[in-house]
C-alpha cells in the first residue's frame, strides 16, 4: 500500500478514535463477531473454522506416531505449522515460510504449549520410543486483520474436536483399535491481541487499522486468569503504564469471551 | 517436565550460580570491535558472547525492497553451530526467524528511519556462545553497533529479562533457569523514552508477578544501559588520547 493513502488513512482512523469509535462501529474494546464451526474436515483427526469478521482461518489437526524428544521421553509432541495461503490476500505469495507466518505459528504454539493445554504425558505410548506426534496446521484463508486471535482461537477449538486412535500394544507392535478417544487437554488458552494506535489502545485490530497501527501487544490466558504467553510486535513501542492497560483489558476481554464459548 | 535433581534457588534464595534474585550476571561490553563493519559490539553477558555489526545507512540490496519515504533496518540473529552443548545446524531455524523480526521491531522505535529514505542499514548478530538470555543480549549488542556507526538514534535500546524460578521472580535468567524455571520475560527498554520496545513471554505468571517481572527487567535493563554509554565513552576516550 502506498504510504500516502496509509497516511490519509492514518488521519481518518486517529479522527474517529479519539471519540472512542472506530471505522467500523465498534467499541474500541469490541471484537468483531467471533464464528466457530467444528469439525469442518472429516479426514483430519480435528479441525476448526473460525469467522472473525471477515478473516477466516482453518486450522486442521493430524494426529501420528513418531519419536519423543530425547529430553522429554514420556511426552507426546506437538507442532505449530502456519501457512499464509496466496488466496487469502494479494500481499501472500507462494513460497517457503516468511518471518510473519512463522511469528504467527510460533504465538500460537507458545499459547498452546506454555498454558499446558495438551496433556503430553498421555500422549505417551512406549516411553522413549513411541509417542502421538500432533500436528497443528493453521491455514488462513482470508486475511481481515488480527490473524493472531483468529488462528489461536481456532487452533484450540480444532483441538478440542481432536479424536485419537484407540490402540494396543502387542508383542512389542502398535496396533490401532477400532475407534477413537479424545484429545486429552488440560487447559484451554484464549489470546486476546491489542493494538496501538496514537496512543490508544484498541482490540482486535483488522486490517485497515492493522496498516496504521504502530504496533500490537498479544496476551494468551489459561482458566485461572493467568498469563502464559506474550509477543509485542510492529515497529513502535509501549510506556510500561500502556503495557499493563493492555494486560487489564486482555484479561477482562479473554473472561469474556471465554464464557461466550463455554471453555 | 523432568524431575529437578537440585534446587534452583537454596534456602537462604542464593540461585545455582550464586546469584541473588535481582542480581545481574557480569556484563562486559566492548564497541568498535571489527574493521570492516560500520560500527560493532561485542557483548559477554555472564557465559553469552555475543558479536553484532552494523552497515550502513547504504544503498539497499535488492533494489526493490528500498522504500521511498524512509530507511529499511534488517537484522540477522544468528547461532553459531559449536554455540550450544548439541551442534546446532547452521541454516536459520524457525526461532532464529522469529528473533531476527523481534529484535529488528525492537530497534527500529530507536531510529529516526525517515532521514535516509531509500536506503538500508542491516544489522548481523552473532551468538558465539548462549547460556540463556541471548536476544536481551543481542539487542544490547545491537543498539550499540548501531551508535558505533554513527546512526542517529533516539536512545539506545537495552534489553534484559526477568522470569519466574522455583516460586520466585528472579532477574536475569540463566539457561537452566530458563529450561527448569516457570517463567521467562523478556524485555527491551529505552530508559530516557520510558519505551519498552520488545516483550515477550512463556510460562505461567499471575498478574501481580507479571507486573514485578517487568518492573525488575526494566531495573536491570537501566543497570546494563550506564554500562552501554560507558562502553561507548570509552572508544571515544581512547581515540582522543591517541590524538594528544
Known amino acids: 500500500m502506498s504510504s500516502l493513502v496509509t497516511k490519509v488513512k492514518l488521519k481518518q482512523i486517529e479522527q474517529i478514535i479519539e471519540k472512542g469509535k472506530r471505522l467500523d462501529d465498534r467499541s474500541l474494546t469490541d471484537y468483531r463477531e467471533i464464528k466457530i464451526e467444528q469439525g469442518v474436515i472429516e479426514k483430519a483427526e480435528g479441525s476448526a473454522r473460525v469467522l472473525l469478521g471477515k478473516t477466516q482461518v482453518l486450522v486442521g489437526v493430524k494426529v501420528e506416531t513418531g519419536e519423543p524428544f530425547p529430553d522429554t521421553p514420556n511426552n507426546g509432541v506437538m507442532t505449530v505449522n502456519a501457512e499464509l495461503v496466496p488466496l487469502a490476500s494479494p500481499n501472500f505469495e507462494p513460497g517457503p515460510p516468511d518471518e510473519n507466518s512463522i511469528e504467527l505459528a510460533r504465538v500460537v504454539d507458545r499459547g498452546i504449549r506454555e498454558s499446558h493445554a495438551i496433556d503430553t504425558e498421555k500422549l505417551c505410548i512406549e516411553p522413549g520410543k513411541k509417542v502421538f506426534v500432533v500436528f497443528v496446521d493453521v491455514y488462513v484463508l482470508n486475511h481481515d486483520g488480527n490473524l493472531i486471535d483468529a488462528s489461536a482461537i481456532a487452533a484450540v477449538a480444532a483441538l478440542m474436536n481432536t479424536k485419537m486412535p484407540n490402540y494396543e500394544i502387542k508383542d512389542g507392535e502398535l496396533k490401532i483399535k477400532q475407534g477413537y478417544t479424545t484429545l486429552p487437554m488440560k487447559s484451554h488458552p484464549i489470546t486476546v491481541t491489542i493494538g496501538k494506535i496514537n496512543g490508544h489502545l484498541i482490540v482486535d485490530p483488522w486490517i485497515e487499522e492493522e496498516s496504521v497501527m504502530d504496533s500490537r501487544i498479544t496476551f494468551a490466558s489459561n482458566e485461572d486468569g493467568n498469563i502464559c504467553a506474550i509477543q509485542k510486535g510492529g515497529s513502535s513501542y509501549f510506556t510500561p503504564q500502556q503495557i499493563l492497560e493492555a494486560s487489564k483489558i486482555a484479561l477482562a476481554k479473554a473472561t469474556e469471551l471465554r464464557k461466550k464459548f463455554d471453555w | ?244
Open chain 2, 1 to 244: 517436565m523432568n524431575e529437578k535433581t537440585e534446587k534452583l534457588i537454596d534456602k537462604k534464595g542464593i540461585r545455582l550460580d550464586g546469584r541473588k534474585a535481582d542480581e545481574l550476571r557480569p556484563v562486559k561490553l566492548q564497541v568498535g570491535v571489527l574493521s570492516n563493519a560500520d560500527g560493532s559490539a561485542y557483548v559477554e553477558h555472564g557465559k553469552n558472547k555475543i558479536l553484532a555489526a552494523a552497515f550502513g545507512p547504504r544503498e539497499m540490496h535488492p533494489k526493490h525492497l528500498a522504500q521511498p519515504d524512509r530507511m529499511v533496518l534488517r537484522c540477522r540473529y544468528h547461532m553459531a553451530p559449536f554455540s550450544v552443548p548439541e551442534r546446532k545446524s547452521p541454516a536459520p531455524s524457525r526461532r532464529e526467524v522469529e528473533l531476527s523480526k523481534v529484535i529488528k521491531e525492537s530497534l527500529e522505535p530507536a531510529l529516526f528511519l525517515e532521514l535516509y529514505p531509500r536506503t538500508g542499514v542491516d544489522v548481523f548478530i552473532e551468538v558465539l556462545q548462549a547460556d540463556g538470555g541471548t536476544r536481551c543480549a543481542s539487542i544490547t549488542a545491537a543498539a550499540l553497533a548501531l551508535a558505533d556507526a554513527g546512526v542517529p538514534m533516539k536512545d539506545l535500546v537495552v534489553a534484559c529479562a526477568a522470569g519466574k524460578v522455583e516460586d520466585k521472580v528472579v532477574l536475569d535468567l540463566f539457561d537452566a533457569e530458563d529450561k527448569l524455571g516457570a517463567a521467562d520475560v523478556p524485555v527491551a527498554y529505552m530508559p530516557n523514552l520510558n519505551a519498552v520496545t520488545l516483550l515477550q513471554m512463556d510460562g505461567i505468571l499471575t498478574p501481580d508477578e507479571f507486573e514485578k517481572a517487568i518492573d525488575m527487567a526494566m531495573d536491570g535493563c537501566k543497570k546494563i544501559y550506564e554500562l552501554q554509554k560507558e562502553a561507548l565513552k570509552t572508544k571515544y576516550m581512547v581515540i582522543k588520547e591517541v590524538e594528544e
